[in-house]
Antibody, heavy 121, light 110 residues
Framework: QVQLQQSGPGLVKPSQTLSVTCAISGDSVSSNSAAWNWIRQSPSRGLEWLGRTYYRSNWYTDYAVSVKSRITINPDTSKNQFSLQLNSVTPEDTAVYYC???????????WGQGNLVTVSS | QSVLTQPPSASGTPGQRVTISCSGSSSNIGSQTVNWFQQLPGTAPKLLIYASNQRPSGVPARFSGSKSGTSASLAISGLQSEDEADYYCAAWDARLNAWVFGGGTKLTVL
């Protein structure tokens, strides 16, 4: 059974970088049939997909247009985890951030526990 | 505004059948499969329906999904108090090259 364990700070100052990590157990970040996603949820924006990384003989990433200039998603094969970095944050980036596995054909079948990240000085 | 459109609320009494709609466009629901999630307060969304009408193991048969054209529906039969939750639809959007979600429907069991 796949488990995703998130970690990261709960408070980030405006203009700084938000970083969250998702540790994977029961699967591999290098799986050829899964994609590893970041999704956030806030009262004002609802559920918003931010991006994903996946391995298909090479590493690929896709990002949402709304954050494309500020986001980086990186896999870490040595620790079997992946991370989210969001630069130049504003209070509008305050949200619960989730990592999730998209198993081919099954959509988001496993989710992390969620991290509330507040952007405030 | 969400790319997929859901009614903000729905309700029913125990034992009833309720349906929740999800409307999209040709670039998402019209050409891709739809997925449904249930979210209880304070928890992560849980996959309820994938590939428009498939249930993961462990999801009761009371939950069913369907799709027609650019719309999809989630049906819950034999409504139970534990079904009170927020429900979200999601689909891949081939034009945006991104996953898109509905705004969510809050289901109240009266």
């Amino acid at each position: 059974q796949v488990q995703l364990q998130q970690s990261g700070p709960g408070l980030v100052k405006p203009s700084q970088t938000l970083s969250v990590t998702c540790a994977i157990s029961g699967d591999s970040v290098s799986s050829n049939s899964a994609a590893w996603n970041w999704i956030r949820q806030s009262p004002s924006r609802g559920l918003e997909w931010l991006g994903r990384t996946y391995y298909r003989s090479n590493w690929y990433t896709d990002y949402a247009v709304s954050v494309k200039s500020r986001i980086t998603i990186n896999p870490d094969t040595s620790k079997n985890q992946f991370s989210l970095q969001l630069n130049s944050v504003t209070p509008e980036d305050t949200a619960v951030y989730y990592c999730a596995r998209d198993q081919s054909g099954y959509s988001f079948d496993s989710w992390g526990q969620g991290n509330l990240v507040t952007v405030s000085s | 505004q969400s790319v997929l459109t859901q009614p903000p609320s729905a309700s029913g009494t125990p034992g009833q059948r309720v349906t929740i709609s999800c409307s999209g466009s040709s670039s998402n629901i019209g050409s891709q499969t739809v997925n449904w999630f249930q979210q209880l307060p304070g928890t992560a969304p849980k996959l309820l329906i994938y590939a428009s009408n498939q249930r993961p193991s462990g999801v009761p048969a009371r939950f069913s999904g369907s799709k027609s054209g650019t719309s999809a529906s989630l049906a819950i039969s034999g409504l139970q108090s534990e079904d009170e939750a927020d429900y979200y639809c999601a689909a891949w959007d081939a034009r945006l090259n991104a996953w898109v979600f509905g705004g969510g429907t809050k289901l109240t069991v009266l």
